[in-house]
C-alpha cells in the first residue's frame, strides 16, 4: 500500500486583523518554530485580508501578505486553513460557506453565526469534508468545546450552567462587592473596555445565548434553533435584589443554562439565584466558567479567561494546529456532524420548572401579605420563606418570598393577578434560583 | 493519487478488569453505537485479560474473549489497541513495550510507571511510531492531559498547583471542616473506600508526586527524574494547625506544585497553606482540581472526580476514541515525543524561595520570643505576623509566625537553632504558603 503523504507546512489566511487577529498573527510568528517541534507541523501565515486595516498596520506587514479582499484569500490554492474572525452574520457566512466548498478548513470565532446558522454551516463542512474549529467562540481561552467534543466523547451530558460572559458577570461582581448599581456598573466596564460603547449583545444576554447555543448543540447532539432559546439580561437587575439574595445566602449571576430533560431541552439565559457555595458563586470579575454534568464524568467545572487577545488567540492556535495536524497527516474528515438528526424539542418557557425568589412592593398594611399569600397557593406555589425587609419609603415595602419548585406558568397567572393588587404598588421582582 | 484505506472497526484488548476496566467494558457495551454515530468508529473489545478474575465473573464475559495470560493478547494481531489497567511497574513496563514493539497503540492509566519510566515508555512509543494515551493518570475525569497537550498547544506554562489525591483532599476537607484528627479521619476515609487499606502511596504523598511528574514533563516540556520531585505527605499533620491556618485565613491541601523558573523547575508535594478565597481553597472531599498559568491563555481552572469507576473510565475511553479516530483514517502518528531533550535542571529544595508558617512550641516565659525572632532575623527570615495562641498545656504554649518570602536554606539552617533551645519544647512545625 502507498504511504499517505505526509507534509510539514500548512498555510493560513488570516481574515480580520483585530484584537484576536493580532494575537494569532504574534503567536504565530513567535511560536511556530516551538509548535514545529512539538507537532511536525509549520503553519505559515500565507495572506491577511482586514477592509479596516490602517495603512501604517498594512504597511508593517511582510510583503505580499496584505489584501484587502478576502477573494485573494479564497482564490489562494495553497492556503489550507481560513480563520474567519471578522464577526457578523454577513458577510463571514457566505466566506466560510465559499472557503469549504474551495477544499479549506475554517476556525472561527464567529458565535452568532454558529448559533444562528450552525445547522447550515456543520452540514456544509461535513459535505465538503472539512473541519470547523469553534473552540473560541465560547469561553475563549478554557478550551470546552474540545473537552466536550473529546474528552467526553463517551458521556451523555444532563446539563450545564455557564457565566459565558464576562462583561455581565464583571457588571454583576462590581454591584454584588460594592454595591454599584447597574449603570454605574456598565460605565466603569466601558470604561475599563470590558463593555463595548453598544453593550446591549452583553447586557441583554444575546451573547450568552449565541454560547449557549453553540455549547448545547454540542453537549447535547441536537440541532438548537436559536430563536426556542430563552433569554433576559442583567440590565433590570437592581442593586437591591443583589443585596437581599446575599442576605439569603445567594449570589446573582447571568447564567447560561442547557439540560437534557426526558424529552426537552430547556436552554435559557437569565440572572440566577446560586447559593453561596456553588462552584460558580465564587466566579468574579470578567472570567468565566461552565460547570457541567455528565453521566460517567460526573460533576466537572472549568474556568478561564472568556475574552482578550492573548487568552483569544489561545483558543483560535488550538484549532489551527488541531486542523494542520491533520492537514499533515493526511487524515480525511469524516462526514459526520456529531448532530443528530432533528431536533430535541426545547422545552417552552411557560412549562418550566424552577424555584423563585420574588420581590414585591407593598404598602405596609395588615392583610396585604396574606391576599399575595393566597394568590401563590391558589396557583399551586408553595412558599419556602417570607421576609419583610426595611424600607426608607413610607410609601412601600420590600417583601421577599422564596418559593418551592413551581411551574412557570403558574407563576405567571399569581404573579398577573397579584401585580393588580392595589397595595402592591410595583411590578413584582422575579428571579429564578438553581441549586 | 491512492485514497488512504478507511476503516470503522477499531479492537481493543483490555488489561485488567478491576473498577476502571469494568467501567471501561461497560461504556463499551452501552456507548458503542453512539460513539460510532459521532466519529464513524466502531469500538470491539476483543480480548480481557486479568489474572485474578473470579470464575464466576470469567463466565459471564462472551465466549473466547476471556484469557488469563496478557500473550494472548499481545498475540492477538487483530488488537489495534492495548488498555492497561493493572497498574504497578512491572510486568506492566514490559507488557507495554512489546505491545508498542508489536504495533500496537498504548491507553494506560499507570501513572506510577509513567512517572518513573516516562521518557523510555513516550521514546519507545515515538520510535514505533504509536500513541500513548494516559489522560486517566491525572485527575481522572478532569480532561487535563488532553487540555494542556492540545488545548494550550501554542502556549508555555508557568506553574500549576494541583490537588491530584482525592484520599488526601477528602482527609484534608474532614480535619478542617470536622475537626477531626489525621488517624479519624484516615480511618473514615478507608471506611468510605476513598482510602486503601495501605494508604502509604495517598497519605506519604507519592502518588501526588506521580501526576506532577506527569504533568510537569508535558506542560514543561522537559525530561522530568522523577527522584527529583520533592514528596512531604500529610501524616503528621496537625489540626491544631490547620485551625491556627483557618484562623489566619488560609486553608491546607496537599498540593502538588509545578514551576517554570528561570533556570530552573520547581517540583515538589507538600501540604501547603493557601489563602481562602483562592480558587483551591474550595475543592472540597474527594474533588480533584488543577490551577494553571500559561503565557496566553492566563488562568485557568479545572475541577472534577479524580477517582471512580465511570469518571476514570470516562478518560480512558477519550483517549481509546482519540487513537481508534487516528487508526481508522491510516493517520500515521509522528515520531515526536513532545519531550526537549535533556532536562530542565529541578531547582533543589534548599534553594527554594516561599513563604512559611511556623509553629513553635515554647515554654511560656519573658525573652523566648526575643530569641526566636532574633534567631530568624540573623537567617534573614523576615516576619510578617507573631500570634500567641491560648493553650490548655501549662509547660508549653504555641507561638505561630508568618514569615515574608525567605529561602529554605536559611529557614532549615534558624530551624535548626532554634529547635535546640531551651525554652523550645517541640519540633517546630513547618508549612509552606502559596499565593
Known amino acids: 500500500m502507498k504511504k499517505p503523504e505526509i507534509r510539514k507546512t500548512v498555510q493560513l489566511g488570516l481574515l480580520g486583523l483585530g484584537t484576536v487577529g493580532s494575537g494569532v498573527y504574534e503567536i504565530i ?34 510583503r505580499g501578505i496584505f489584501s484587502p479582499d478576502a477573494d485573494a484569500l479564497l482564490n489562494d490554492p495553497t492556503i489550507d486553513i481560513v480563520v474567519e474572525l471578522i464577526g457578523g452574520i454577513h458577510p463571514a457566512k457566505e466566506i466560510i460557506e465559499k472557503a469549504l466548498k474551495r477544499g479549506k478548513h475554517v476556525v472561527t470565532a464567529n458565535k452568532a453565526l454558529l448559533a444562528e446558522y450552525g445547522e447550515s454551516i456543520f452540514g456544509s463542512a461535513a459535505k465538503a469534508r472539512r473541519e470547523i474549529g469553534f473552540e473560541v467562540s465560547v469561553c475563549g481561552a478554557i478550551p470546552i468545546i474540545k473537552s466536550v467534543k473529546e474528552g467526553l466523547i463517551s458521556n451523555n451530558v444532563s446539563h450545564f450552567l455557564g457565566i459565558v460572559n464576562g462583561t455581565c458577570n464583571y457588571i454583576l461582581t462590581r454591584m454584588s462587592q460594592d454595591g454599584m448599581d447597574f449603570d454605574a456598573a456598565l460605565a466603569e466596564a466601558q470604561g475599563q473596555g470590558f463593555a463595548e460603547r453598544d453593550p446591549r449583545l452583553d447586557v441583554e444576554g444575546i451573547d450568552s445565548a449565541h454560547k449557549l447555543a453553540v455549547l448545547a448543540r454540542l453537549a447535547f447532539r441536537s ?5 426556542a432559546v430563552f433569554v433576559e439580561g442583567i440590565r433590570g437587575l437592581s442593586v437591591k435584589d443583589i443585596r ?47 460547570f457541567l454534568h455528565a453521566d460517567q464524568a460526573g460533576d466537572l467545572l472549568f474556568y478561564g479567561k472568556g475574552a482578550g487577545k492573548l487568552p483569544a488567540a489561545s483558543a483560535v492556535m488550538s484549532d489551527i494546529v488541531d486542523i494542520a495536524k491533520k492537514i499533515a497527516r493526511n487524515d480525511r ?20 420548572r424552577s424555584r423563585y425568589y420574588l420581590r414585591f ?19 399551586h406555589i408553595s412558599i419556602l420563606s417570607v421576609q419583610q425587609k426595611e424600607s426608607h419609603d413610607q410609601k412601600s415595602v420590600p417583601v421577599v418570598f422564596l418559593t418551592y419548585e413551581a411551574s412557570e406558568r403558574n407563576l405567571r397567572s399569581a404573579l398577573a393577578r397579584v401585580d393588580l393588587l392595589d397595595d402592591v404598588t410595583e411590578k413584582t421582582v422575579v428571579l429564578r434560583v438553581e441549586s
Open 29 to 62: 510568528q513567535r511560536e511556530a518554530r516551538a509548535i514545529e517541534v512539538k507537532t511536525g507541523v509549520h503553519l505559515v501565515v500565507r495572506k491577511i485580508c482586514d477592509k479596516y486595516l490602517s495603512q501604517t498596520r498594512r504597511a508593517a506587514l511582510p
Open 361 to 379: 412592593q407593598v404598602v405596609d398594611k395588615p392583610g396585604v401579605l396574606g391576599r399575595i399569600a393566597q394568590t401563590l397557593g391558589r396557583n
Open 333 to 352: 474528515t469524516d462526514a459526520l456532524t456529531g448532530i443528530r438528526p432533528g431536533t430535541i424539542p426545547v422545552l417552552p418557557m411557560k412549562d418550566l
Open 223 to 227: 440541532e438548537i434553533p436559536f430563536g
Open 244 to 290: 437581599y439574595a446575599k442576605e439569603l445566602g445567594y449570589t446573582i449571576k447571568l447564567l447560561a443554562i442547557g439540560k437534557r430533560l426526558k424529552k426537552n431541552l430547556e436552554l435559557r439565559v437569565h440572572p440566577t439565584m446560586l447559593p453561596d457555595n456553588h462552584p460558580l458563586s465564587g466566579v468574579r470579575g470578567v472570567y468565566n466558567a461552565v
